[in-house]
């Protein structure tokens, strides 16, 4: 079944610390795949997608995603985290076409000052 | 960009009642929308996805008689909660496609409505 998986239910940073957040993807061919943030009682930004070329994916404030084939992974990376990042994150994978996106568990990222 | 609006952001109705959550796509036109649901501290559930002018196709669990969606027209979703009782109670979600563009716009979601019903 096609799915996407984060390992980590929780992470702390500090500020100013670099971040990666982990994401794996099980699916037949290569998955179009997303990052969204969502901050409490809101809805979902994109900050970054991947459907084909480049691997690593420049996305918004500040973040980038490397998307690994041999890993099956699409790990988030942000080089210096900021105290407003502090959010959920989610992973997401598409078959393609824009015909059904499935989520990860999410990751709550909390950022100490 | 893609913009879509959910409406209301929140809504507190009686035990029995029933209510109606839109989702609108503000500046496309959406060919697909999709209905989540997000107990808290957890992921996005689909429910249900609908396209324009045909029935919504509902994930397996999800009573399509009790969240009733209509997708009347290509820029508008409503999700209605029928007959509301307390475990119905969650934050919803609405996100839109559009086939053609897909690869430039992805998805787009709604700012979700906070569903209590007492």
């Known amino acids: 079944a096609q799915s996407v998986t984060q390992p980590d239910i929780h992470i702390t940073v500090s500020e100013g610390a670099s971040l990666e957040l982990r994401c794996n993807y099980s699916y037949g061919a290569t998955p179009y795949l997303f990052w969204y943030v969502q901050s409490p009682g809101q809805g979902l930004q994109l900050l970054l997608k991947?459907?084909?070329?480049?691997?690593l994916v420049q996305g918004i404030k500040g973040f980038e995603a490397e998307f690994k084939r041999s890993q099956s992974s699409f790990n988030l990376r942000k080089p210096s985290v900021h105290w407003s990042d502090a959010a959920e994150y989610f992973c997401a994978g598409d078959t393609g076409g824009g015909n059904k996106l499935t989520f990860g568990t999410g990751t709550q990222l909390k950022v100490e000052l | 960009g893609a913009v879509v609006s959910q409406h209301p952001s929140w809504v507190i109705c009686k035990s029995g009642t029933s209510v109606k959550i839109e989702c609108r796509s503000l500046?496309?036109?959406?060919?697909?929308m999709f209905w989540y649901r997000q107990f808290p501290k957890q992921s996005l559930m689909l429910m249900a996805t609908s396209n324009e002018g045909s029935k919504a196709t509902y994930e397996q669990g999800v009573e399509k008689d009790k969240f009733l969606i209509n997708h009347a027209s290509l820029t508008l979703s409503t999700l209605t909660v029928t007959s509301a009782h307390p475990e119905d109670s969650s934050f919803y979600i609405c996100?839109?496609?559009?086939?053609?563009?897909?690869?430039?716009?992805?998805?787009?979601f709604g700012s979700g409505t906070r569903l209590t019903v007492v």
């Open positions: 500046d496309f036109q959406a060919t697909t």
């Open positions: 991947y459907f084909s070329g480049d691997t």
């Open positions: 996100s839109a496609s559009k086939r053609q563009t897909f690869k430039m716009g992805g998805y787009t």
